[in-house]
């Protein structure tokens, strides 16, 4: 099996900054895609951010600008840097890796979330 453990939520005041770390471990041939996405109350999950195997990235646009997605692949961990947080931000976020544990097929786990909050 493969598990994602999320880390680095938390409290913190609009204009602040936080850093998630995802870490993915178990029965891993290679991580293709990850990404965060971030579910606030009452609202639909919604993406946040993206990296390819490759480093290759995308943000959604609410989030361009303040926030990075990075990858170490030799740790299976991604990261995601958020600057200039605003209330808005305030959401449980989770992060998501697409995992190829034998050759040919991949499929797609989920952390169990880490709040973020962020106070005005």
């Given at each position: ?5 999320e880390?680095g939520?938390g ?9 998630l770390?995802?870490?993915?471990s178990?029965s ?15 609202k639909q999950?919604?993406?946040v951010?993206?990296?390819?195997s490759?480093?290759s ?6 989030v361009?600008g303040?926030f ?5 692949n ?6 995601l840097?958020m600057?200039s947080?605003k209330?808005?931000?305030?959401a449980?976020?989770?992060c998501?890796a697409?995992?190829?544990?034998i ?5 797609s786990y989920w952390?169990?979330g880490?709040?973020?909050t962020v106070?005005?």
């Open positions: 099996q493969v598990q994602l453990v880390s939520g409290l913190v005041q609009a204009g602040g900054s936080l850093r770390s995802c870490a993915a178990g891993i041939f290679r991580i293709n895609a990850m990404g965060w996405y971030r579910q606030a109350p009452g999950r919604e993406l951010a993206t990296i390819t490759g480093g990235t995308n943000y959604a646009d609410s361009k303040r990075t997605i990075s990858r170490d030799a740790k299976n961990t991604v990261y840097q600057n947080l209330p808005e931000d305030t449980v976020y989770y998501q697409f995992v190829v544990r050759v040919g097929y991949e499929y952390g169990q880490t709040q973020v106070s005005s």
